[in-house]
Structure formats: C-alpha cells, structure tokens
C-alpha cells in the first residue's frame, strides 16, 4: 500500500501510467479506488494518480474540523509531496467542490480542471434550499438515531440514486464504513464562492452535468462554465449525479478530449 506524509497527515494514494499528470479526487463518503474505471480508460496515455481523502478509505485524519479549505490544502501538500508537476484536477461532486477552491487558491498545482456537479449552494441559491429539503428530512432521522450506515442509504438515495442502483451490497459497504465522514462534510463551513470570484479564473475548466441529477448539482456545473473565462460545459443524456460512474466512456472520452488539448497547449 503506498502511503506519504501531506499536511499533517498520512494519505493513501495509487499511481498508475505514464504521461502528463490528472490527480482524481472522490465525493462525499468515497475513496480512491472509486476512480477505477476512468484510471483503466486513461491510463495509457496519462500519469493516473488517486488517493483517500483524509478521514476516508486508508488514509488518517486528524482533529483538525474539515473544511473544503482544508481538504483543498491537502491536494496541494499530496501534490507537492509526490513531486508532480502540474496536473489536471478531476473531481466530483465534493471532490468537484474542493477543486473550485483548489482553482481558485492553488492554481500553480494545476494546469486544468475537470469539475463535475460541485454542490456550491452559493452558485444555484434557490434550487439548493429545494435540493436541502429533499435531503435533510430523509437524512437527520438516520443522524438522530446514531445509524450511520442508514443515513449513508438514504443520502446516496436522494442525491445519486443512479450510482446506487448499479451498486451491489459489497460495493456498498466501503461508503456505508465513511459514515463519519458524512458528518464531517455535512457539518462543515459553507463554501461560499460567487460568479464573480470564478470570472478571476484563468485556468482551462471542464465542468460536467447529468441530465437525470437534481436541478440543483446541474446548474452549478453551468454557472461554473458560464463564469470561468475558459470554462466549456458537457452534460450527458440518461446520467444522474455520479457522471464517471453512470456515463463511465462518454466521461473518458471528454476528459481525454480535455487534456489532450490543455497539455497540447501547456507545449505551444
């Protein structure tokens, strides 16, 4: 298992291929090895690196209260530790979000970004609070109880029922076994960033709709392209929420497309 010290703590990371560099972050409760597939479809033409979020999979946590800052500081600490050069943030949902701030603070880690479905409550205000009103009545009796597992079931549930759908029980445990971390993220900071802070973003960004995902998730992904000066939008037909893990080939495809060119241009 490879481990390395980032920002206080130990992360587990995976590095598979060769070539120029995406580093791929995972959502809410996920880890690493979610990347599998996109890793298998890229890999033989780019550096794949994945890794666990701190508090997630195999990596540690500390006392430190997360924040998307803070899990924003562990990618730059992970990315200066593994001594790559600058790279292609993927991310999706809290993955996606994390990398807005990523983009936004760490630029000199990046070249580009592949950001799919960030929940910015900020970005989408109004069909955010509709989107909290599905979630939190199905959730909090879960927290209530102190069943984590169940409150896991219900929020993927809600928020990515196609993902859920595909997986069995055995793929559902690695999730389930996060629950601390459903806490974790859900009783953090807000992240509150505005269009007019992503309009200062000088960076190539690709963000991803599904089609099939609550309002709320597809509209961030527009106002993300519609306010970054390079930003480009793809959404996919008959895909929710989890866009690499429901539409797996057609999220290769534009990602490849994507660093194909930001790589080409990083040469000119």
Same mark, same amino acid.
């Given at each position: 298992?490879?481990?390395?010290?980032?920002?206080?703590?130990?992360?587990?990371?995976?590095?598979?291929?060769?070539?120029?560099?995406?580093?791929?972050?995972?959502?809410?409760?996920?880890?690493?090895?979610?990347?599998?597939?996109?890793?298998?479809?890229?890999?033989?033409?780019?550096?794949?690196?994945?890794?666990?979020?701190?508090?997630?999979?195999?990596?540690?946590?500390?006392?430190?209260?997360?924040?998307?800052?803070?899990?924003?500081?562990?990618?730059?600490? %992970? !990315?200066?530790? $593994? =001594?790559? &050069? +600058?790279?292609?943030?993927?991310?999706?949902?809290?993955? @996606?979000?994390?990398?807005?701030?990523?983009?936004?603070?760490?630029?000199?880690?990046?070249?580009?970004?592949?950001?799919?479905?960030?929940?910015?409550?900020?970005?989408?205000?109004?069909?955010?609070?509709?989107?909290?009103?599905?979630?939190?009545?199905?959730?909090?009796?879960?927290?209530?109880?102190?069943?984590?597992?169940?409150?896991?079931?219900?929020?993927?549930?809600?928020?990515?029922?196609?993902?859920?759908?595909?997986?069995?029980?055995?793929?559902?445990?690695?999730?389930?076994?996060?629950?601390?971390? %459903? !806490?974790?993220? $859900? =009783?953090? &900071? +807000?992240?509150?960033?505005?269009?007019?802070?992503?309009? @200062?973003?000088?960076?190539?960004?690709?963000?991803?709709?599904?089609?099939?995902?609550?309002?709320?998730?597809?509209?961030?992904?527009?106002?993300?392209?519609?306010?970054?000066?390079?930003?480009?939008?793809?959404?996919?037909?008959?895909?929710?929420?989890?866009?690499?893990?429901?539409?797996?080939?057609?999220?290769?495809?534009?990602?490849?497309?994507?660093?194909?060119?930001?790589?080409?241009?990083?040469?000119?």
């Amino acid at each position: 298992m490879n481990e390395i010290e980032a920002n206080g703590v130990r992360f587990h990371y995976e590095v598979s291929g060769a070539g120029p560099p995406l580093v791929f972050v995972h959502g809410m409760c996920g880890r690493g090895a979610v990347w599998a597939g996109q890793v298998e479809r890229l890999s033989d033409e780019f550096t794949c690196v994945t890794y666990d979020r701190r508090g997630h999979g195999s990596s540690a946590d500390s006392d430190q209260p997360h924040s998307v800052q803070l899990h924003g500081d562990d990618f730059a600490a %992970l !990315v200066s530790a $593994l =001594g790559l &050069p +600058p790279a292609i943030y993927e991310g999706s949902s809290g993955g @996606a979000r994390i990398g807005v701030d990523v983009v936004l603070r760490h630029s000199e880690t990046l070249v580009g970004a592949v950001l799919s479905e960030p929940p910015i409550f900020s970005l989408n205000p109004e069909p955010a609070k509709e989107f909290m009103g599905k979630v939190v009545p199905t959730v909090q009796p879960h927290l209530d109880e102190g069943d984590l597992p169940g409150a896991v079931d219900a929020f993927f549930g809600v928020v990515c029922p196609g993902l859920w759908r595909q997986l069995d029980e055995a793929g559902k445990a690695p999730y389930r076994q996060s629950g601390p971390m %459903l !806490v974790a993220d $859900l =009783g953090q &900071p +807000p992240f509150v960033v505005s269009p007019d802070d992503l309009t @200062a973003i000088r960076l190539p960004v690709l963000a991803i709709a599904g089609l099939e995902s609550d309002p709320f998730l597809q509209g961030t992904a527009r106002a993300i392209a519609a306010s970054v000066p390079s930003g480009k939008l793809v959404e996919f037909a008959d895909c929710g929420h989890v866009t690499y893990a429901e539409q797996p080939d057609a999220f290769a495809e534009a990602v490849r497309g994507f660093a194909n060119d930001v790589f080409s241009g990083q040469k000119e």
